[in-house]
Every structure is written in structure tokens, then in C-alpha cells.
């Protein structure tokens, strides 16, 4: 059973950066695609970005292309999620999420319910 495990997250001013890691605290991630999604109070969880499993293939969000990267380092067994020019609209609890199907797909962001695997969340909260 893989168990997901998020971190990084805190307050930031409006501007500010925070980089994000998922790592397993039982199992390998290598297999498997992971993504990051969010959700705010009241609003449904949005697919954020993710990542194929050897980390060749990444689709992002229009709403955080260029300021969002993914990464991963297998060897490691972390996802990391680097986002900057953080705006307080992007404040929410992220989760990382595991795919055993380890492919994506850029044509659209698949959404939580092709994940098998979640982590608790991480709170980020962006002060404007």
C-alpha cells in the first residue's frame, strides 16, 4: 500500500515562493504518475500539474504554467512542486496523488478520480 506523505507548505506574502514535496512513506513511487491537485474552501479539488512516471512528460494548468514546475527524483522517491510569483488566489490545501497507471497525458489534466493514492494535504496560504 502506498502511503503519500506532503510538505512544504505555510504562509507566504503575495509574491513569495514555496516548494512542495510528496514523498512515500511506505512504497516506491518510480511506478507511478503523480499529481498535485488543490482545493479551496467550498470549491471542488483542481488539478494543478503533474508528471509521468520517469518524469519525461509534465501537463500543467493554464493558471499556473510558467509559475509552477514539477519535478521528480525516483531515486529519492520525491515529487517536488515548485511554485513561485505565489498570488493569494492560489491558496488551498494541496495534495499529491498517485497514478499506477505511471503515463499522463498533455491533451487534458486527468482528474482525481483516475488517482489511486493520496497524501493528507498540505496547507498553503498566500497573504496579500
Known amino acids: 500500500q502506498l502511503q503519500l506523505v506532503e510538505s512544504g507548505g505555510g504562509l507566504v506574502q503575495s509574491g513569495g515562493s514555496l516548494r512542495l514535496t510528496c514523498t512515500a512513506s511506505s512504497g516506491t513511487l518510480d511506478t507511478y504518475a503523480i499529481g498535485w491537485f488543490r482545493q479551496a474552501p467550498g470549491k471542488e479539488r483542481e488539478a494543478v500539474v503533474c508528471?509521468?512516471?520517469?518524469?519525461?512528460?509534465?501537463n500543467y494548468g493554464d493558471s499556473v504554467r510558467d509559475r509552477f514546475f514539477i519535478s521528480r527524483d525516483n531515486a529519492k522517491n520525491t515529487v517536488y512542486l515548485q511554485m513561485n510569483s505565489l498570488k493569494s488566489e492560489v491558496t488551498a490545501v494541496y495534495y499529491c496523488?498517485?497514478?499506477?497507471?505511471?503515463?499522463?497525458?498533455?491533451?487534458?489534466?486527468?482528474?482525481?478520480?483516475?488517482?489511486?493514492?493520496w497524501g493528507q494535504g498540505t496547507q498553503v496560504t498566500v497573504s496579500s
Open positions: 508528471i509521468n512516471n520517469n518524469g519525461r512528460l509534465t
Open positions: 496523488a498517485a497514478r499506477s497507471d505511471g503515463w499522463i497525458t498533455i491533451a487534458t489534466m486527468l482528474p482525481p478520480d483516475e488517482y489511486d493514492y
